[in-house]
């Protein structure tokens, strides 16, 4: 196996997605918002088909409209306090919408479908180089900023009052938010995308008692299911994102006694 180049890169970028994924995907389980991995992998399916339509590298189109969906979901969430789901429902329909629509115009199917399904194992050196710095750079902002997003994430009243700039804090999230939900629709596909963000934190809650417990377990969690997929998927013939997240409900399903022997 580790005489492909192409194994070698899929395991460097899956090590790197199962680094930055559980650092997003620990606040928005615990923020009550983990089906915005689902509305905005629909945002960004509707960006690879614009990128290919263009001619545009799908990877920038798809983080742009990432952003752009992230950034309306924490707008209509401000305009509807008391209906927070409501505005990722909103976002997921104008997704669904745009992404049906657009591929109609799209001539490189196979390209389209990849991103559907996930296609790590067909990633480009420069597509390599782009994703590490990316990976790089936001796990550099949440180390910045941790102290600040876990205030966040349990009650943004009482860190306004502690003296975070909630809004400031919130934006920098949500970028990364958007960054990370980009690139793992890239690897393991924007059917799965959710899934990739929620089951490593789900897996840790099982076996954790604190807030940085939880955040270690997700990490190890989620190195496991993209290492542990991918090898897998490798012998068996699959396709690497199913595989993942095949792995980590299994995983998943395995832990929940655990959980109940504790109590």
């Known amino acids: 196996m580790f005489n492909y180049d192409f194994m070698i890169r899929a395991l460097w970028v899956g090590i790197l997605v199962g680094l930055m994924a559980p650092l997003i995907g620990q606040t928005i389980v615990l923020r009550r918002?983990?089906?915005?991995?689902?509305?905005?992998?629909?945002?960004?399916?509707?960006?690879?088909?614009?990128?290919?339509?263009?001619?545009?590298?799908?990877?920038?189109s798809?983080?742009?409209?990432?952003?752009?969906?992230?950034?309306?979901?924490?707008?209509?969430?401000?305009?509807?306090?008391?209906?927070?789901?409501?505005?990722?429902?909103?976002?997921?329909?104008?997704?669904?919408?745009?992404?049906?629509?657009?591929s109609s115009f799209v001539r490189d199917t196979n390209r389209f479908t990849a991103f559907l399904f996930g296609s790590i194992v067909a990633i480009s050196q420069e597509e390599v180089f782009l994703i590490s710095i990316v990976v790089l750079i936001v796990i550099v902002v949440y180390r910045l900023f941790y102290k600040e997003i876990f205030a966040m994430t349990f009650d943004e009243n009482l860190a306004q009052h502690a003296g975070v700039n909630v809004k400031l804090v919130n934006l920098?999230?949500?970028?990364?938010?958007?960054?990370?939900?980009?690139?793992?629709?890239k690897t393991v596909g924007t059917l799965i995308l959710s899934s990739l963000l929620i089951l490593p934190?789900?897996?840790?809650?099982?076996l954790s008692k604190s807030y940085k417990s939880t955040l270690v377990w997700s990490i190890?969690?989620?190195?496991?299911?993209?290492?542990?997929?991918?090898?897998l998927s490798f012998y068996i013939g699959?396709?690497?994102?199913?595989?993942?997240?095949?792995?980590?409900?299994?995983?998943?399903?395995?832990?929940?006694?655990i959980r109940r022997l504790r109590r």
């Open 33 to 60: 918002m983990s089906m915005v991995g689902d509305a905005v992998a629909h945002t960004t399916l509707a960006g690879v088909a614009i990128g290919l339509i263009l001619g545009i590298d799908p990877l920038i």
């Open 62 to 102: 798809s983080l742009v409209t990432a952003l752009l969906g992230v950034f309306l979901i924490d707008v209509l969430r401000k305009r509807l306090p008391h209906y927070a789901d409501v505005s990722i429902a909103i976002l997921m329909s104008l997704g669904i919408g745009l992404a049906g629509t657009l």
């Open 172 to 185: 920098i999230f949500m970028i990364m938010l958007g960054v990370t939900l980009s690139i793992a629709a």
């Open 201 to 206: 934190v789900a897996s840790a809650l099982q």
């Open 220 to 231: 190890l969690f989620s190195l496991f299911y993209m290492v542990g997929g991918l090898i």
């Open 238 to 257: 699959a396709k690497p994102g199913g595989t993942v997240v095949l792995l980590a409900v299994l995983t998943y399903l395995a832990l929940l006694p």
